[in-house]
Each structure stands twice: as C-alpha cells, then as structure tokens.
C-alpha cells in the first residue's frame, strides 16, 4: 500500500474509457483539436474568464521552467519560497533558462506579501538596479511543498503587491484540487483567474495519467506561449490526450470530488496521528500528512510505502504520509486501525 | 481519411489493454518501475549489448535537445542536414540550450561522411579554433524528414568518419520502425547499436501514445543522463506508463510488424502515382510519400487530408501523404483507386 | 611591417595624451562619469538624434551578443549574412545566449532587402509558426567581413524591409570608420541613426586603444540596456576610459580623419595589385583588401605580415591586406613598390 | 577625495609608461602576444607552478561567469557565500550561464569547510540526485566582499574538503593584493596554486586599468578555456595591453607594493575610527573598512565620498572607507584627522 507519493497509479478509470473510446479517431495534433477546446471551455466555467488562455502541457517541472522563461528577461528573476519545487526539486531548471530564483526563507512553505515587497523595494530603492536582478515573478504553490494552503485574504494581499510592484504571480498547482477540496480552503478557481497572472490546474497528481492545465489571464504573457511551449519540449504530439483527459475530469466536476475525498482520506490519517500523540511536523489539511515519527513506530509501520524526509533526532524522523485520488478508503482504514495499534 | 501526419490516431490496442490492465497497480515513479525495466531488457535483445543504458522520454524535440544538451560543452556544436528536424521544426530548441547547429547542405534528407570530414577538418585546421565552434556531434534523422533512409554502408562510413574526428553520433529514430521495416532497408536495431553513440526509438509516431527509448551506447554519454532529462522537462512523474508501452510493443515484435505494414501501404500510395505519371518530389521507400501533384489532382484528392508543403510552379505543389501504424488497409485502397482515376 | 589586421597596435597618441592627463584624477564608475556623459555629447552631434542611448563596451563579441540577447525574446532570432561575424567568429556566443542564426547566403559579405523579406514571409506565412524560430532582428555589418559597403539606397530598402517586418536592424560597426571614409561611401552616422534600431561605432579598430560605442535608437531597445551590459560582463569598472577615448576621437573628428587615411592607403595598395593583374578577391574600397595571390607573389611578399585567407587553387591563394589608422605611409610605398616589382 | 571603491583612478604611472613606450609596436592579437607571454613568465615565478595556465580577461564579472561556465556541466552549480559577488552583483550572470548558486549563509563574507561539507554530502546522500543540482564548484573570495580574509589553515580545509568531494576549489581575487598584503595574512601566491584548481589576480581593483589574470592549475579546467574566454566576449583583441600591465605589476613585485601601502593606509583609517569608539560593522584589515557611523558623524565626513552599504538604525549606518593604490597618503591623514575630531 503506497502511501509515499500522489502519482503511484494511473488514471481515474473514466479517464481510460475517454481513451479507449476515440482512439479510433484521428485528430489534429499538437492541442489544436477539438479536445483540448471542449476541455478549455469546461474549464473557463470554473473561471468566470472567457479571455483566459488555456494550453495543455506534460509535466510540472516542464510548466514552471516554460512559464517562467516565457515571462522574464534575462536580468529578471522569480522569487519563490526555500521549499519551493523550482528552487529544490527541478535540478536547477529555471537556472537553466538563465533565471534567478530569488529565494524567501519560509517555514511552512508559504511566504507573505510582506516578504514580497520587502524583496521588491530592495530592487526598486537600489541605486545600482544593473548590478542585480530584478525579481519580476511571484513563485508560490497551492496547496504548497508541505500541503499547507493560502488563505484567500493571504492571497489578495499577495496579488496587491505583486499588482503594485509589478510582479507578475504565478501559481503552481500541481496538486491544486488538494488544496481547493480541503477543509478551511477559502479558495476558488475563480479566485485564483483573477488574483493570479498564470497558475496551473495539476493533472498529473490529480486523477490524469498526466497533464497540467496552464493558465494565463494576463495579457502581456499570452503572447507567443505556444512557441514557449513547443521549444521547451513540451508541446504533446498527441494534444488530444490531454484534452480529453481534462475533459473528462472538469466536465462533471469529477476533479474536484476525487480531490476532495482525497482530503478527507488524510485527515483520518492526520486524526489518527493526532489521537496517539504523534505531532504534525506541519500542520496540513490537504492530502499529504507530514508526521514526526518515533523510530518503532516507523518499524512498525513499514508494511506501508511512505516517504522518509529527515531524521528529526535520534529517536525520531519526518516522514509523509500522502493520499491522492486513487487512495482506497480500505486501505486507509487499516492504516488507521495500524496508526491506533503503535 | 487522415494521410497528414503519422501521430493523428491514439495507441496501438494492444497499448490500450495493458495500460487498463495494469490501471489498479501503484508504481515507483520517474521510470524506476518494473515496466521500465523489463521494456529495456526486450529492447536490449534487439540490440545486442547489454551494456546499452535506456531511458523514456516524451517527445522528440524533447529528446533531441535533451540528448544534444547532455553530450556538447557550450563552445561545441552538433551537425545537421539543413532539413533536419532539429533545424527547422523545433523552434531553435538547441539553440536555447546553447549550442549552434553546424547546417549542411542536403538535397533528400541525408547527408555524407565525407560532408561530416569536411566540416570537421574545417574546425581540425583552423588556427583560430578559439573563435570558432567545435563540431562535436553529428544528427542523422533515420529515416529523414523526406522519408529517405541510409544504407548500412552509408552508415557505416559516417560511423568510421565521426570515430576519426570523435564526433558523437547521434541518430533521430522518431520514425524508426518505419525505415527498418521499409523495402531495401539493410539496417538492424544492432547496426544501431553498434555504429552510434546515441539514437533513440521513436514511440510516438509508431504505435504507441507517446514516448521515445534512447539507447545510449557510448559510455561517455551516460553519466547523469537522468538528471539531464529532469532537468529539460523530460522525467515523467507515472514512467511507468512509458515503460508498458514500450513494453508492449517490444515483447512481440508487434513494433516491427506494424510499423512495416505502414511502409506497405506507403508503397501502394507510391506505385499509383507513379502508375499515373505523377513523380515523386523525392523517392522515399518509407511511410511518408512526397509526391508533387498538378492542382487539378489536389482538388480531385481533396476528400482526403494530406500535408501541402510548399508550391513548386503555378501549376503544382509538393504534398505529403503519410501512412502510420494506425492506416487502414481499406483507406488506403480507397485512395489508391482514386488517384488512379486522376 | 603588420598588414595582418588593423588591430596590432596600440592606440592614437592622442588617447595615450588624455589618459595620461587624466590619470591622477577619479571618477565614478561603471560609465557613469562625466567623460561618458561628454563623448556621447560627441557623438551625438553627428548623429542628429539627441535621444539616442549611447553606451560604451569594451569589444566587438561582446556587443555584438550582448545587444542581440537584449533585444530577442527565447524563441526569436537574428538574420545574418553566412559570413557574418556573429556567424563564423564568435564561438558560437550568440546561440550561446540561446537564440538562432538566420542564415542568408551572400557572395560579398552583404545581404538584400529583398532575402531579408523572403525570410520573413516563410515565418509570416507559416502555418506552424510555433515550431520555427521568429527571425526578429537583422545583423548586417557595415563595412562587411570583406571590406565591402552598402549604398545609401541598400540601407534604405533594408530599413524599410525591418520596419515593414517589425524587424529590429542592427549594424555592427566594427569598422565604421573605414567604411564612412571610404571611396564611393555615401552614408553618414545620420543616416545609420535614422535607418537603424542599434549600431556601434567601433574604436578597438579605429584608433582606441579597445572600445565600442553603441547607439540606441529605437526606445523598445534602450530599456535595462545597462542590466544586459552587466550580465553579459561589458561592464568596464573604470568607464571612463571608454569615454575618454571615444570623446578624444570624435571632438574634433579625429575619428573620420585617420579612417579615412587608411582608405587611402589601402587603395593604394589595391591599386598597385591591380596594375600588376593581381585580382581582388572581392572588390573592396575599404581599409581591407582581399587579393589571390599566385604563390610565387606570396613568396616574395613574404617580408609582410599578411593574413592568409584560403587556398583558391594549386598556385593561388586568397589573401588580406589591411591598412589601419596606425599604418604608416613609407610602409605602404614600400609595400606598393615591392607589389610593382612582382 | 573618495575612499568609495578601490576602482576610481586610472593605471599606476609604470603602466602609462609602459603603453606608450610600446605604442608604436604592433602585435599579435587575442593575447598571443609576447606581453602576456612575459606577464605569465613573472606571475608564475610566484606560483611555484610552471604548469599552470595563465589567462589575462578584462573584468572581474567577466572572469567569475567565465570560469564558472567553462566548469561546470548544465546541473551542476557552484556554492558560494550569500554575500558572494556572484550571488549578488553580477546582474545574474552566473544564472544566465545556466548555472545555480548554492548558497551559505556567511556573517563575514567568508565560508567554511563544514558548510561545503554539509552541502556536497547532502547531494551525495540524496537518493532522488536527478531532481537537484550537484555542488561542483566552491567560489571563495580573498579578501571576501566584506574585506576579510581566510586563514591558510581554513583555506587548506577548504581545499582538502573539495578535494575530497570533487569541488573545483575557485577563488575571486579582485582584491588579491589587499588581502595578500594585509596585517595578519600568512597566505601566499604559491598558496593558492596548490590550495586552488584555478584563481585570479586581479589588476582592476590593483593598479592596472583593467584586466584580471586567471591562474588554472587543474588540467580538466585547463582544456579549451580560450574557446570560454572568446565565447563570453572576453577576448581582447589587443591582448597585449593585459600582458603590459601585468608585467609591469609583476615584473619586480610592484603589484605587493601598492597593495600593501593600500592596507596600511587602511589600518590608519580604522584605527582612527577605533580611538573614536565607532566600532566596525566587520572587522578588516584590509584595504575595504566597514564602520558603523552615527548620523553626526556622516554628516561631519561628508567632504569625503564614501560608500553608504545600509542603515543600521535610526541614528547610525553602515558606510564602506575604502583605500587603494591610488590613495594618497596625505589625503588619509586629512581624513584621520577629521575622524579624530568627530
């Protein structure tokens, strides 16, 4: 029973009958099929933006570096969290692009828009603005690398400043129906259409084989983001797929219930921690569970896959315990009954 | 009756099944998965070296620059048909990274040993190397863009000719199955093998929904080959899903026989122009066909989509007609039989 | 005696004067200084365009990626002669900053009105504009790699053609001197000022000891200039020797005198072959004179530092002969009299 | 009289001397000149090192991207301290060579052996190294941005710590002199031969115009660094202009002369503050004096131009009073002076 990642299993079996059922079709390639239209037009209901510009992309990392190179200059920078994905987990990839990730100390992996504009104002107040880089991104996750959320008046507050310094605010969410489905979440798609410059609905942790839904309401960075998109390796041959993969998970709201049962999957393993005196080492809502582990219970808990992050001391270490759409309420329960036992 | 491109229909059912049937399992992530594993090892029979390191990427761009970026030092460049895909279809992707196209002049696709030693003896006897770029790989596309394809001794020959001048060589295999199953074709998957540093099997375009193999032979390649991968956006969270296909169509030989059948009907295509007077734009054995076609055939053929490539007079137009894997026997008779009612 | 290039000698004594009296005195820097601020007062008066942007780099490279990385977005490139310097000697600097080379054929150094468009048109009437590079600025150099000059009618089409295309034109004025002096030339720098986006002067060729002044025209490019300048390490700490060479050069003309004096001489050297049946190998009327030498005249020519360009045929090989600010007149007669006794 | 930087006079009059004196000489270009054949002659009797290799580039952004690039492969990075001139003055360029900086926290400028330690084994004991960038490169500086200096003993630490994880061990000596020849500084030039894979001698910041000699002991660095060099538009055409100067500053030990006397100038100029009680922000005792100033008191030494670096508090700030081998002595005495009579 994994319980270490949210991308250990294929798709949400609606999405395979989506497959099976055209693919004696054949279609337009490279997202200009009518896929890729219907699943941005069911995905612009959730908006309340006709504007917006939807493209369809693989991978995470390949979204952040793409998003990120298409917006800046080369003197321009994002700022992002220390445990943000593109500063610890994407082997330097914005750096590849030539860009500066301005980095913001954080202890839940959220950052304020006090920090923001602290960074800002270093840069505009600086009488030597050529000698450094100009931070003109916003990088921040929802839900973040720990599973904690913004709070939607966190959120504004984050939009005003990057509005007011120019930054453009970009929003990973790679696990985004985590965050929106979870209990105390504030937030809606909407919300984030207009608060954001460009954020992303993930695909790939949230019931698709594989996928991230870009997407851009700011004029200035809709301009050219195909060519981005294909140079950058990430313009699927097969559009279609991704498509009809988003077709399928936002016609019917399907990704948000899947999401949010999810959630409450974890929860239960939360509260069970909880009950036993097991501390949080973050305290998360969504679907992943960071939990300071004594080292028996560790052992006694190893018939479960879950991920080891850091020895705490030693006696104790953090690991995380994560669901995710394909988590299977049995099994949860028995990890529960297992969590109550130590 | 799609006849473009040979990546407008989804997967091979064969591909279907085993992704359904393997939908419940959970998977270690980023193609560290059994599946991977065992795709490697059928691939590895074809190869005759069981040395060979093997890895699944997405997309052909991706990969092309991927592997380009991984082999050269910033002052080196990589070597290419002027009509190479890397050249012109992959919006400056190698560029991006870095490194300068050396571009040679070709009339079919192809190009020589003896161009390669020119251009390397170019930079060989220059007494400014410093203030030139150093040619350090070669691209071949097999079979090219035109469809054509190499001779083993061809191949051979430019193999010997990049070992003198230590060029890496490099083979673009998007569309391989169809140049190994093609009439006339001496070349094996071990020939590959033996005579490259690095070629990849295109999945894409033969049978599966996506995906490419390399096979890295020269061990100077390998190292840290992974990390170049994630890095450029390549690392797929679910690999196993490129594992399975890769799987599938290898454990049989089902990627050969399908991939021939595309080449057959190809020559159908081929044989009814030419039975009617209507030349090729470049003799191509393989599944794409380059036929120049008066503007009355064009409207007359108009049923069925093709690619328009460029005007060649008032009175004619290079087109493309492309069979794939997923070509029906009955389409292609039904065109057959139109174009010799031209 | 150095005809090799015009680059083997130290700078006009004039320079090495006002460095020396300047010299107990500090300044500001990082250009910032008032002999920055007064050169490009200078240079303005012969420019006509008392907003243009002047900054000071310290070589030809440099200036050359620098002002293309500034004015390019990731998936644009430049459009160049094939001899163009950013092409052939440059190390690749220019995709080292990640964009393409548009390469135009050229038989004299120079590139049309009429190519320009032709490469534009295939991107405008593309239909697969994401997978192709933007060519989006044009580099020609003024005189050319071969000593050869555009008219005022040429420049005025190609202008034209960049401003129909949105096409940003940038002249690389390495030796803009030799080209403004020479024999036939009717372009002033008013006219480069009103015809391109960005150009440079060149001072490392043209009597200062390195340096070369760029001219901004167009605001789109005048932005952060100075962050590019930086990033791309052209940023002299002690600027102002860059403007004090520059401010000595154009006060009172100096610039144009002694680029024009090796005009002359280097006529007369063209002449002198000339009259002995001695071809050009391009006609130019510039400081460099490209002539195919048979060997027994390279022989006897021997005594003279000569840049030996390529072999033409078993008995005759492409030469350069290059006069420069600091060419001596007696050197030149005796080089012309050993010419004549060939 | 400014004490803001140490870049803000021209070239130690030996230098002037020695450009004219050669002035009417012509020379081979891009530094394969007899000058810097001579210059690496006389620095290399310093080293202990007849192997090394000896480049001379124009400025210290330059040197520090240009190093850093030729060392290091697309994911790998260099580790440097957060006060790290690369870190924070370049603009980003080190980025946008592709490349990120690890960064350690520092309250001196300086870095210690355990936290590259800590760094290099936290990528070795990763178990997902594809996902984050390898440390490959140890960027130090001597003296640091804050003046101070490393010990010999922390230096061999350092380098036995590299060594023993394969860093390239790479030290930015801008300020080489001042450190050299500073009070207490028990490191030598043969020291940093053995202690570093390549390091450079700056001439900007100590009595040349410009010019920073990079010294490469290690022969994986040394292969092709004139290719880096061109590429990053750090070739100077009249490269014999860096072999004069660093000839004359080497040639009988002027360059430790007029470092030295810059320190000692220095040490006058803190010790006044000292008797003063106007503590220092970081204690140096080298030529750049971080002091933290009450309000009055820069008020009262405003005649002198000094370099504000920060307000402390509402009543003090952080200003830089920096001597160089052009500070004249009387003008220290004055400034000492008036500091007495705060």
């Not at 239960?268 to 219970?297: H, M, R, W």
Request: aromatic content about 12%; overall charge negative; some cysteine.
């Amino acid at each position: 029973m994994r319980f270490n990642n949210d991308y250990n299993c294929g798709a949400h079996p609606e999405i395979i009958k989506a497959l099976e059922n055209t693919n004696n079709e054949s279609y337009c390639g490279y997202g200009l099929d009518e896929w890729c239209l219907k699943a941005s037009d069911e995905i612009k209901k959730y908006l309340g933006n006709a504007n917006a510009d939807i493209h369809f992309l693989v991978g995470g990392t390949q979204t952040n570096f793409t998003v990120i190179a298409a917006a800046l200059r080369p003197f321009q920078g994002v700022i992002s969290a220390d445990s943000g994905h593109i500063n610890v987990h994407e082997t330097g990839a914005v750096e590849n692009t030539g860009h500066k990730v301005h980095v913001l100390k954080s202890e839940n992996g959220k950052i304020t828009a006090e920090q923001i504009a602290k960074e800002a104002e270093f840069f505009n107040t600086s009488d030597v603005k050529e000698h450094i880089t100009q931070p003109k991104m916003v990088y921040i996750s929802f839900p973040t690398e720990y599973g904690t959320i913004y709070t939607k008046q966190e959120l504004e507050e984050i939009s005003k400043t990057c509005k007011k310094y120019k930054l453009y605010l970009f929003i990973d969410g790679a696990r985004l129906g985590y965050g929106l489905g979870s209990k105390g979440c504030d937030i809606t798609m909407k919300d984030l259409a207009e608060l954001t410059d460009v954020f992303y609905i993930g695909g790939t942790k949230c019931g698709a084989f594989f996928g991230e839904a870009v997407v851009i309401t700011n004029d200035e960075l809709k301009e050219n983001f195909r060519s981005y998109i294909k140079q950058n390796g990430g313009l699927l041959a097969k559009g279609w797929l991704l498509g009809i993969q988003f077709y399928t998970l936002f016609k019917d709201g399907l990704y948000f219930d899947i999401t949010k049962k999810a959630d409450e999957l974890a929860l239960e393993i939360k509260n069970a921690f909880e009950s036993k005196g097991i501390p949080s080492y973050i305290e998360s809502f969504t679907n992943q569970q960071f939990v300071i582990l004594p080292n028996d219970a560790m052992e006694k808990l190893k018939k479960y896959i879950y991920e080891f992050e850091m020895k705490i001391d030693e006696n104790h270490s953090c690991v995380r315990f994560c669901t995710s759409w394909s988590s299977k309420k049995e099994d949860v329960s028995e990890l529960v009954k297992d969590i109550k036992l130590l």
